[in-house]
């Protein structure tokens, strides 16, 4: 009997390919998602919604500040069936190059829990405050 390991073929034979994936991957960088359309109008929708909100606002630098530089992050997202539902996209600050005292003086992150909100209620209602 002639085997494998007679004939000089150590690799093992493959007889499933489970690595196989259809699902196209996720830009990395900017140069990489600005030659696709779709991926185009998502960073300007993006951009578009963060200047409408007030949430970004376009300064010229100043030369006594640090000049933060910002990132897109992309996301595929897709429906149960395994279709694109759309494809997402977010513009990040590089916040690591901050210095406390030159570049902010506070930081603060209004989040609210439920059970927070359970007690104001509860002492609400045991002390007749209307709310």
């Not at 085997?3 to 034979?13: A, D, E, N, Y």
């Not at 919604?49 to 970004?56: D, E, F, N, R, V």
């Not at 210095?99 to 989040?111: A, H, N, Q």
Request: proline share 6%; charged share 15%.
């Amino acid at each position: 009997m002639i085997t494998r390991l007679r004939t000089g073929i150590i690799q093992p034979k493959k007889i499933f390919d489970l690595q196989h994936s259809i699902i196209p991957t996720n830009p990395t960088c900017y140069s990489q998602a600005v030659k696709h359309a779709a991926w185009r109008s998502a960073m300007s929708t993006e951009f578009q919604a963060l200047q409408s909100q007030g949430t970004l606002t376009l300064v010229p630098p100043s030369p006594v500040q640090n000049v933060l530089g910002c990132k897109w992050l992309f996301r595929t997202k897709y429906y149960s069936d395994g279709s694109i539902a759309r494809y997402k996209d977010r513009l990040v600050a590089q916040g690591f190059n901050q210095e406390f005292g030159l570049d902010y003086f506070d930081t603060f992150s209004p989040i609210v829990k439920f059970p927070t909100i359970r007690i104001l209620f509860t002492v609400s209602i045991t002390r007749n405050w209307s709310i």
